[in-house]
């Protein structure tokens, strides 16, 4: 079957990516050597987010395990700007799918520095805002506000023509509000959901479990709250969706697909086991195939022409 | 990540690990002392090096009724014994959550979801530190199991050993007959059950007021405050210890950040890929936030 999708001018092999921050191509290329390469379950990499300076990450325990789920507060650890350019691209342009690269600041100047750099990278396909975090010029949490989101669009899209996709935060009443934002800012796609607020105590205690007090849920227990979410998004924007959130299987994706996601990620699956991209996108072909469907298109198409009418 | 102060040995290098978790057939799963022993068939990873894990999930069962235990659990390997068709691998457990209990049950016959043996092993003596003449094992219940592995490769290398192994009581103990039938193991029990009535680090102690304690290393593997206790001891002496630790770990191959263990010099480590065996000298603490008996991992 001809999985091939194409998504704000990325062509793809097949439509499973990866949820940014849930693989790390390096260190499981350490541990599975180039067998990873052949086997490589992502269409694109997408980079774990990288900020302006390293970060050590948040003070553990840092991850906690729920029905069907985990909680997890890891804060960002990551090389920063320079590291990253230095250390890792290299090693993340050796993988066979485009690489995305994932950037987060706190303020538009920050921001722009780091498109700036990441976009001029030729081994770099496209980008993807974290705009989860605080503005400190103004205190907002960028991707809860959309003049915010608005804004921050406005200051980065005239620095590059790669695409931008704006991963969204599921902790706001109206994420389509967020997703019409970014679109008119100029975003290429919108990627969602990002992880629910959670918090967890530790056992026999009302103390928080987590380092950092707080953290974000993921896994299929947020599946049908991810599934809402792109729906809604989907109605309300024409820009394409990548759709996550607790897919573990290609009847998951099958449903983000028919939902109006155009590429599915998997993340906390990964988790579970490091193929499981891989198995998400066979399943998904044999879910397409006795559907009676011929591509991930097909499936579009029909959705298309079930809705006009 | 700061780079690690302790020494990082040619040892270090990894055995590759076939990509993704594959179904082995548990074929056996016996009782030993409070804890139990199951084996399973791998037929297709490479020899572990002791010290390293796999990430394990029963094929069935997993979360079903629940939605926990939902991630793998990752197990020091006990033991490794070629056997047809492959290697037999032994984990010992005790069932404390979702997780361990739904493994120590598991029957023959049953499918075994492995990913490994994944993580940094136990250096050899010689390149922990020159001059090295001999090794002490100290074990701290459950964690007793990657020392069996290590003590028989380091056996097989000629370096004389001597084995401590501490236990709570006789409930939470078991795994010495099963794992150590070969050769003599000094014990330790906080009831008195077995051996000297108190610590086994108590016996490291004592050990190390030796005169051949320069030129031993320890390798432990145990509860955070054993591990603590065995780290302060030989930062006094000046020996070089190696640590098996432990923190909840969600994924065991580096993707997700959770089992962050601060270093020494700042920072903190993965300790899946950096760990699960670190130098003593690399961190300040073995008492990490959310490593232990009551973390959500088990």
Not at chain 1, 5 to 20: F, R
Not at chain 2, 3 to 19: C, E, H, I, Q
Not at chain 2, 128 to 140: E, K, P, Q, R
């Amino acid at each position: 079957m001809d999985l091939r999708v194409e998504i704000a001018g990325l062509h793809l092999d097949h439509p499973v990516i990866n949820g940014s921050g849930t693989f790390d191509a390096i260190a499981a290329r350490r541990a599975f050597g180039d067998a990873l390469l052949a086997a490589f379950p992502f269409s694109m990499f997408v980079s774990k987010t990288i900020t302006p300076e390293a970060r050590a990450g948040n003070p553990p325990p840092r991850i906690f395990e729920t029905p069907a789920g985990m909680i997890n507060s890891i804060g960002l650890p990551n090389k920063g700007l320079e590291g990253f350019l230095a250390q890792d691209l290299p090693q993340l342009a050796e993988l066979p799918v485009p690489l995305c690269v994932s950037v987060m600041a706190t303020s538009h100047g920050e921001f722009a520095r780091l498109v700036e750099a990441v976009a001029a990278r030729d081994e770099v396909a496209a980008l993807e805002l974290n705009i989860s975090c605080p503005n400190v010029e103004s205190g907002l949490i960028v991707g809860e506000q959309a003049p915010e989101t608005l804004s921050l669009l406005q200051t980065v899209r005239p620095i590059t023509a790669k695409p931008l996709i704006v991963k969204l935060t599921p902790n706001v009443a109206d994420p389509a509000a967020i997703a019409r934002a970014a679109g008119e800012g100029g975003a290429d796609a919108v990627s969602l959901v990002n992880t629910l607020k959670a918090t967890a105590f530790a056992p026999g205690s009302t103390e928080p479990w987590l380092g950092a007090g707080r953290g974000g849920l993921s896994g299929p227990a947020i599946r049908p709250v991810a599934l809402e979410q792109v729906r809604s998004v989907a109605a309300s924007v024409s820009i394409p969706i990548i759709g996550m959130g607790g897919i573990e299987s290609g009847a998951d994706a099958l449903d983000f697909l028919a939902t109006g996601a155009a590429v599915v990620a998997v993340g906390t699956a990964n988790f579970r086991d490091p193929l499981a991209g891989a198995r998400v996108r066979a399943e998904l072909e044999a879910a397409l195939a006795s559907a009676g469907l011929a591509s991930p298109q097909d499936l579009g198409e029909r959705i298309a022409a079930s809705t006009s009418t | 990540m700061p780079p690690l102060t302790g020494s990082k040995p040619a040892s270090d290098a990894r055995t590759l690990v076939p990509p993704g978790r594959r179904l082995c057939e548990v074929t056996e799963n016996r009782a030993a002392g409070g804890y139990r022993i199951f084996s399973a068939l791998d037929e297709s990873g490479p020899e572990p090096r002791a010290g390293q894990f796999y990430m394990l999930a029963a094929a069935d069962g997993w979360g079903q009724r629940t939605g926990r235990p939902y991630l793998p659990r990752a197990f020091s390997v006990a033991e490794a014994t070629p056997a047809d068709g492959g290697l037999r691998l032994h984990f010992l457990v005790e069932a404390v959550g979702p997780g361990t209990e739904r493994l120590a049950g598991l029957r023959a016959g049953e499918g075994l979801w492995v990913t490994g043996p994944l993580g940094r092993p136990f250096s050899v003596p010689g390149d922990l530190a020159s001059g090295v003449t001999g090794a002490i094992l100290v074990g701290g219940g459950i964690g007793l199991a990657p020392l069996a592995i290590l003590r028989r490769q380091l056996g097989e290398r000629g370096v004389p050993l001597r084995t401590l192994v501490g236990f709570r009581d006789r409930e939470h103990s078991g795994g010495v007959d099963e794992l150590f039938s070969c050769c003599e193991v000094r014990l330790a029990s906080e009831d008195g059950h077995a051996g000297h009535r108190g610590y086994v680090t108590d016996l490291l102690a004592v050990l190390l007021e030796g005169d051949d304690a320069p030129t031993a290393v320890v390798y432990a593997c145990g509860p955070p405050a054993m591990l603590e206790v065995v780290r302060a001891l030989c930062s006094e002496r000046g020996v070089t210890a190696e640590l098996a630790m432990e923190t909840p770990m969600a994924c065991g191959f580096g993707a997700c950040f959770g089992c962050a263990v601060p270093l020494a010099a700042g920072g903190y480590m993965r300790l899946c890929s950096d760990g699960p065996v670190v130098n003593a000298a690399d961190i300040e603490t073995a008492l990490v936030a959310g490593s232990g008996h009551r973390a959500c991992g088990r």
